[in-house]
């Protein structure tokens, strides 16, 4: 299965975005998908992930902040990212666990 990330762009600190994930299959067959940031000058992170069980799990710089959850009729994983800070600007990734081929990322910009 091949994933996507899109849905990035400029936003002001404090706004809002919803990232999308498309794959090329059915993801509910996948149990874990997660959300990967690479911020510039940094490691890429895990920061958001969601199993087909229901249950997701957030590194604790997005925690009350980022919503992951999956639409399987439509065969997308999303990133709902509230209250966004200058530090959450990156190139944001999906992929499943354990990782696959790496998509291209869709950039996502926190600035005034």
């Known amino acids: 299965v091949q994933l996507q990330a899109s849905g990035g762009g400029l936003v002001q600190p404090g706004g809002s975005l919803r990232l999308s994930c498309a794959a090329s299959?059915?993801?509910?067959?996948?149990?874990?998908m997660g959300w990967y940031r690479q911020s510039p000058g940094k490691q890429r992170e895990l920061v958001a992930l969601s199993s087909n069980m229901g249950s997701t799990e957030y590194t604790d710089s997005v925690k009350g902040r980022f919503t992951v959850s999956r639409e399987n009729a439509r065969n997308t994983m999303y990133l709902r990212m509230n209250s966004l800070k200058p530090e959450d600007t990156g190139i944001y990734y999906c992929?499943?666990?354990?990782?696959?081929?790496w998509g291209q990322g869709t950039l996502v910009t926190v600035s005034s």
């Open positions: 299959g059915d993801i509910d067959r996948i149990g874990i």
């Open positions: 992929n499943t666990i354990p990782l696959g081929l």
